[in-house]
Each structure stands twice: as structure tokens, then as C-alpha cells.
């Protein structure tokens, strides 16, 4: 009887146990019944567990309707097939087979194509879908075609096609993830292909601002193994495409990836300028870092050439490992706020007013003012962590003190090393680096590998970054100067004299989600339930 009992007890406890593992691991495939709208719509609409998957079929849609949803669940959003990534193809590979057209009139509002609202916790993954745009009915979107808002930290665009968007193919606000193996075409004038940043709560990216770079961790949008060219022909001298665009408070790594013909990089600074709903309040782009990159600018870089790889508007950077090839300069570093060269400033309380004494003569409070230039400049090249700045115009304030003050913004140098830069032959504006604001300054913004493409100085551990094996570091170091450790991979900064301390490790190659490993709850599903629509 008591063995009985037993067996009837373990079978029931086996029971339970079985049906709370299938419960834990079953999870939806949901079929749209095509590749309209209002199909996918209802089929994301019925993902009631975390790690489904809706299937897009084969098909050429054209919206005119925006798809804009919050998710309250991890899902997978999966089209048929799509050119995507090749190493050796710039053109990609494959072919479209799930193609959604932007045809939407933003007349009355910067509505997306397909966007999502996502939150903590739950991953979130866009993969094997074209987009194209309908010149003749869709209107210009300056917030992305495709639109990613939120507090996921497990976001993964990947094997997607974007062709020739205008103006912003892809918009990430505050999500961290990667996007991987797509295929970029440019086909409009300035047109960005993809653009991030971490505005926070305030919308501005104040909070950003308030924690260091954080560098070689997973606190970045990852961009990785994509392709990028302008399919359009071009003149000479004229840029196609921007491939990302960072702004407030925006943090992204940028590796790995082939820029094709008549593509550059750029990022925004602080205050005007900023497109959709930043403003005059926007901060400027916090840390980047770019590397392992093949960036080639023309086929005939003596007639077909371009000003700089990136221009550098603020914030910080690391920059290293990338090939260039056609650009007159690796980076063309410029704080605008210095004239009215780009932008109009607006004097404070309503505005950030311009920086330093030279255009106007007279300062900004937002800027420290140790000289006539205004250094250290808020949001400069080569500053980071400050003071939390709360408010909008006119009233914004440091919070630290309740008034119009500089935000005691540390240090956070950029540093520049193992670049291979080929600028155009027979020109005379060749730089590895070039500083048009007057304020910028090497040794204190900024360093450089020595020697490079401007200076023959070698590395002595005074100035600019050393690189070789880590046994050979020089032991003697001036503040602020690098060293790149060959054999380990990492970045060494003096953090006083003759004071080595670990900068930097690049972080996970492929990125985790790359490799399986995405997080809240949205593992390789088994036990699937098919539902067709």
C-alpha cells in the first residue's frame, strides 16, 4: 500500500514537473497571412509568450499605415529572406523576398514604417525583411523608417535589407543590442542610414552625460558585419551617405563593418541642429568606439574623394584597427559652437550660447572658461562624465547647483591608434587628423598613434599612443598618453606619472546575441504551437 502510494505520488510529482518545463519551454510560431500591415499587425497582436516568432511570408507590400507597437513580450519578427551581409561582396548576398515599402505620408507626423516600444527584460529581434521606400507617396522621415525605442538591453536587427530610405533608415533610442549582417543602400543625398541615441528620461540625453563611457562594455548599440554603398553615382567631392549619425547622449560601437562608395560617418553636437523633436536642448553624441572596419570612399580617389572618414562634433572616442581609403582626412575633429560657421547660437537662459569669448566676446556660463576659447567647452571633444543638467529652456539648470554652471565634466580623452589611412594621392589637405575649431588640442583632447601619417615623432611615452608588445611599454608615462598592448589587445592610459593602468578591452566578438545567447527568455524555442491567421 505505502509503495503504491509512493509510486502514485511520484508520478503525480513527475507530472506536475513535466507540464511546468513545457509550459516554461513552449512558445508560438504565428504565420501572418501576408505581408500587409494590417496582417502582421494582427499576427504580433496574438504573441501572448515570450520567445515567438512571427513569420512575414514571401511578398512585395506597400504600407501606408505606420505599425507602431509596445511589447509586452520577447518575439522574434521573421520575414522570408533578404539581401544581407557578404565578407566579400559589397553588394551583398541573396535575395528579397519579404519586401515592405515605406509609402507613408508624413505630413501631419514622423510616424515609422514598422516601430516598437519595447521594455526591460524582454528581447526583441528583426530579421530576413527588405524595406524600401516609395518615392513618389512616402515623405521624409528624420526618426527612422524602422524605429526601436525603450529599456531592452537585448535588441538584435540582423540578415535585413534597407534600400535607399530617405532620410533615416533606422532609429535606436536607448536600447542596447546589435545589428548585424544587413545590407545598406543609399540612394538619397545625406541620407543616414542609421542613427542612435540614449536620451533617457529627460528626452535629451542629460543622464548620459552623468556616468563615464563605459568602453568595452555591453552598455553600447553594437553595429557589426554590415555592408554599406551610395547606388547612386556621384560627383566628386560629394558624399552619398552617412552610414550612422550619433546624438543625445548616444552611445554605439561601430565594427567590423565594409563601407562601401560615397559613404562617410557623423555625429551632432550639442544644441541646434538636432532633427525631430531634440531641439535646441539636445545633447551631442556621448562615446563611440570604431574599429576593425574597411572604409573606401572611390574606385579613383584623385578625382573622387571626400573630406574626412568622420566628423567628430564632441564627446568621446576610440578609434583604431580601421583601413581608410579616399578620405582627405581620418577624422575632421569640429566643435561648432565655437562660430557661426554651421549653427546660430542662442545665448543662455535660452540657449547654450557659444563657447568661448572669440565670436561674441563675451562667455557662456555652461563652459568652464579657462580661456579665451572657452575650454573646457560643455559636450567637447574629449569630455565626459558631469553634472546632471535638468530642465528645458529657459530653465534649464545644473542640478548640482541649481544655476547655469559648468557641469564639471571630467576627462575622457579620444585616442586614435593602429589606423591604416590611404588618403587621396596629390593632395594637399591630407590629415590624420584635422581640427578646424580652434580648440580642440592634441595631448588634451585627443591622441594619436606615433608616429602617423603627420607626425615622425616616435613614441616615448610623452605624448600620443605607443603600440607593441606589452613587455616593451616604455616605463616612464606623461598623463593622458596610451598604449596599445599587441598581444593582449588592450588599451593602457598613464593615470599619473609613470602610472599604467588598464583603459580598455574591446568587448565580445561576435556579439552574445550573434551567438545565441539572447537574453529575457527568448532561447531557441521547442514544443512550438503553429497558429494561422
Request: glycine letters at 12%.
Amino acid at each position: 500500500m505505502v509503495r503504491t502510494m509512493n509510486r502514485t505520488i511520484c508520478g503525480l510529482l513527475f507530472s506536475i514537473l513535466f507540464l511546468a518545463l513545457s509550459g516554461r519551454t513552449q512558445a508560438q510560431t504565428i504565420n501572418a497571412a501576408s505581408c500587409n500591415e494590417s496582417d502582421v499587425q494582427k499576427a504580433i497582436s496574438s504573441v501572448t509568450t515570450d520567445g515567438a516568432t512571427v513569420l512575414i511570408p514571401t511578398g512585395n507590400c506597400n504600407w501606408t499605415t505606420s505599425l507602431n507597437l509596445t511589447l509586452t513580450h520577447s518575439m522574434t519578427l521573421q520575414g522570408a529572406g533578404a539581401v544581407s551581409y557578404s565578407p566579400t561582396n559589397i553588394a551583398g548576398t541573396g535575395t528579397d523576398k519579404t519586401i515592405l515599402t515605406d509609402s507613408i505620408n508624413r505630413s501631419t507626423g514622423d510616424s515609422p514604417l514598422l516601430g516598437f516600444i519595447t521594455i526591460t527584460g524582454k528581447s526583441l529581434r528583426i530579421t530576413g525583411i527588405a524595406f524600401y521606400w516609395n518615392q513618389a507617396n512616402a515623405t521624409a522621415t528624420y526618426n527612422g523608417s524602422v524605429r526601436v525605442l525603450g529599456a531592452s538591453t537585448s535588441v538584435r536587427i540582423d540578415h535585413c535589407h534597407f534600400n535607399q530610405i530617405w532620410n533615416v533608415d533606422m532609429q535606436m533610442y536607448d536600447v542596447q543590442g546589435v545589428i548585424d549582417h544587413n545590407q545598406f543602400d543609399a540612394g538619397h543625398g545625406s541620407e543616414n542610414q542609421m542613427r542612435f541615441n540614449n536620451g533617457g528620461t529627460s528626452g535629451y540625453g542629460n543622464e548620459s552625460w552623468t556616468v563615464p563611457a563605459n568602453f568595452g562594455s555591453s552598455q553600447f548599440m553594437f553595429v557589426e558585419n554590415n555592408n554599406y554603398q551610395f547606388v547612386q553615382s556621384q560627383g566628386a567631392g560629394q558624399n552619398g551617405g552617412f552610414v550612422f549619425d550619433c546624438t543625445a547622449g548616444g552611445r554605439g560601437v561601430f565594427r567590423y563593418n565594409n563601407m562601401g562608395f560615397h559613404e562617410a560617418l557623423q555625429t551632432h553636437l550639442t544644441g541646434p541642429g538636432l532633427y525631430g523633436a531634440y531641439g535646441q536642448n539636445a545633447r551631442g553624441c556621448r562615446a563611440l568606439e570604431i574599429y576593425g572596419n574597411v572604409m573606401t570612399y572611390s574606385s579613383s580617389p584623385i578625382t573622387d574623394n571626400y573630406y574626412a572618414s568622420l566628423e567628430l562634433e564632441g564627446g568621446t572616442a576610440l578609434i583604431w584597427g580601421n583601413t581608410y581609403t579616399g578620405y582627405l582626412k581620418l577624422v575632421q575633429a569640429y566643435y561648432p559652437r565655437v562660430n557661426t560657421t554651421t549653427y546660430q547660437q542662442v545665448a543662455p537662459p535660452n540657449g547654450w550660447g557659444y563657447c568661448g569669448s572669440i565670436q561674441t566676446g563675451s562667455t557662456s556660463a555652461w563652459d568652464q572658461n579657462t580661456n579665451s576659447t572657452g575650454a573646457a567647452c560643455i559636450d567637447q571633444i574629449g569630455r565626459g562624465a558631469g553634472d546632471l543638467v535638468t530642465g528645458v529652456f529657459p530653465n534649464t539648470k545644473n542640478s548640482a547647483t541649481g544655476t547655469i554652471t559648468w557641469p564639471h565634466q571630467a576627462s575622457e580623452p579620444v585616442y586614435a591608434w593602429n589606423n591604416i589611412y590611404n588618403p587621396p594621392p596629390q593632395e594637399s589637405g591630407d590629415h590624420y587628423w584635422g581640427s578646424a575649431d580652434g580648440l580642440t588640442t592634441e595631448n588634451r583632447d585627443y591622441y594619436l598613434q606615433l608616429p602617423n601619417y603627420d607626425e615622425s615623432a616616435t613614441f616615448n611615452g610623452t605624448a600620443g599612443v605607443g603600440q607593441g608588445l606589452l613587455s616593451n611599454r616604455a616605463a616612464t608615462c606623461t598623463k593622458g598618453v596610451g598604449y596599445w598592448a599587441t598581444d593582449t589587445n588592450t588599451l593602457y592610459t598613464c593615470t599619473a606619472v609613470n602610472t599604467w593602468a588598464l583603459y580598455y578591452t574591446g568587448y565580445t566578438y561576435p556579439h552574445p546575441l550573434v551567438q545565441g545567447s539572447q537574453t529575457g527568455n527568448n532561447a531557441t524555442p521547442s514544443n512550438l504551437t503553429t497558429i494561422v491567421h
